[in-house]
C-alpha cells in the first residue's frame, strides 16, 4: 500500500469514527436545564468538539494500525474472506 492509499483508507476511518464519537460524552441543553430561547432542548448544551475530534483521531489510528497490519504484516485481503454465495459454475 502506497502512502496516497494508506492516507485514503485513513480519512474514511477517521470521518465514519467521527459520527461513531460525536455522541459520547454529548449533554444537551435539557440535560443542563438551560434551553436558549428559539432551539430544540435536545440541541447540544456544550459541543466540546476538540475532545471529540482528539478521540475520533486516537479511535481512527487504532482501527488504522490494525488493518495497516492484517494488510500488510500478515497478507490478508478481500480475497482471503469466506465465500459467501456458492460457486455454481
Known amino acids: 500500500m502506497n502512502w496516497i492509499s494508506g492516507l485514503a483508507v485513513f480519512f474514511i476511518i477517521w470521518w465514519i469514527a467521527l459520527f461513531a464519537?460525536?455522541?459520547?460524552?454529548l449533554r444537551t441543553q435539557d440535560d443542563d436545564g438551560d434551553v436558549?430561547?428559539?432551539?430544540?432542548?435536545?440541541?447540544?448544551?456544550?459541543?466540546?468538539?476538540?475532545?471529540?475530534l482528539i478521540r475520533?483521531?486516537?479511535?481512527?489510528?487504532?482501527?488504522f494500525a490494525a488493518y495497516f497490519?492484517?494488510?500488510?504484516?500478515?497478507?490478508?485481503?478481500?480475497?482471503?474472506?469466506?465465500?459467501?454465495?456458492?460457486?455454481?459454475s
Open 36 to 52: 436558549t430561547l428559539g432551539t430544540t432542548s435536545s440541541a447540544p448544551g456544550r459541543p466540546h468538539m476538540v475532545r471529540t
Open 21 to 25: 464519537m460525536l455522541p459520547i460524552g
Open 56 to 63: 475520533t483521531t486516537i479511535a481512527a489510528m487504532a482501527i
Open 69 to 88: 497490519v492484517m494488510v500488510e504484516i500478515l497478507g490478508l485481503g478481500f480475497d482471503d474472506l469466506p465465500q459467501i454465495m456458492p460457486d455454481f
